[in-house]
């Protein structure tokens, strides 16, 4: 079993497609905070403080940083569609606390696992996963895999409400939460999914997934600190 090895030439090639394709400018591997997985006839590229995916067949980007609870995830995302081969409004979704057991450290892009960003390779994980707009933005979903390939669905989490669904140019404030247990994800203040998890996954790493679709992701935060609260 192999570990994330950030020093591999599958990562060094990871980061030459996130940050080389789209002509953004070169940074060393070591500086990287991103690691692409995508199928071919897409894009992903990391400038200026922004993150863009442009997606055929499936991708997902991960944050290489572990990440440890308690612990809140924040960043602003467009859905663009604009008539580009690649818009289409659907799937701003995300892995969260993620691991595979495959690997040493549990790292779920350690090169062994030979991910090509096909949506059925991440079935193996251990994660909290949205999909935010899923299905032809038809439904907002949100699930715990099991590592195990089974990631059960409970009804109050299988939302299909319009209000619940994704717009497209528009700007969404997303904020992930997880402390004591419980998890939370909210979209613009508003809190679509709080879950208390009985045997709650405490470390992992942190991925952005798509397929088919546009995004624009700026102002990526991860804090220690509990998340915002409207009062």
């Not at 960003?117 to 299905?135: A, C, I, K």
Request: hydrophobic content about 35%; aromatic content about 10%; glycine content about 10%.
């Amino acid at each position: 079993m192999s570990g994330c090895n950030t020093k591999s030439p599958m990562f060094r090639l990871a980061v030459l497609l996130l940050l080389g394709l789209s002509g953004c400018a070169a940074l060393a591997a070591e500086s990287s905070p991103w690691i692409a997985e995508q199928m071919p006839g897409g894009t992903v590229a990391a400038r200026n403080g922004e993150l863009e995916i442009a997606d055929a067949g499936g991708c997902t980007v991960w944050y290489r940083e572990k990440l440890t609870a308690p612990v809140t995830i924040s960043y602003d995302v467009t859905i663009v569609f604009a008539g580009g081969r690649h818009d289409r409004v659907s799937d701003l979704n995300c892995f969260w606390m993620a691991t595979d057991a495959r690997s040493v450290d549990g790292c779920p892009f350690a090169t062994a696992h030979g991910r090509t960003g096909r949506f059925e390779d991440y079935d193996s994980l251990r994660t909290y996963y949205v999909g935010l707009g899923g299905n032809e933005n038809t439904t907002t979903r949100f699930r715990r895999y099991a590592g195990d390939g089974t990631k059960p669905l409970l009804p109050e989490h299988d939302l299909r409400d319009n209000k619940s669904l994704l717009q497209p140019n528009r700007s969404y404030h997303i904020e992930i939460s997880v402390r004591d247990g419980t998890i939370e994800y909210r979209r613009d203040g508003e809190v679509l999914f709080s879950w208390h998890d009985p045997a709650p996954l405490t470390a992992g790493w942190f991925g952005f997934r798509t397929v088919h679709s546009h995004q624009l992701i700026r102002n990526f935060r991860v804090s220690q600190q509990p998340m915002s609260r409207e009062k």
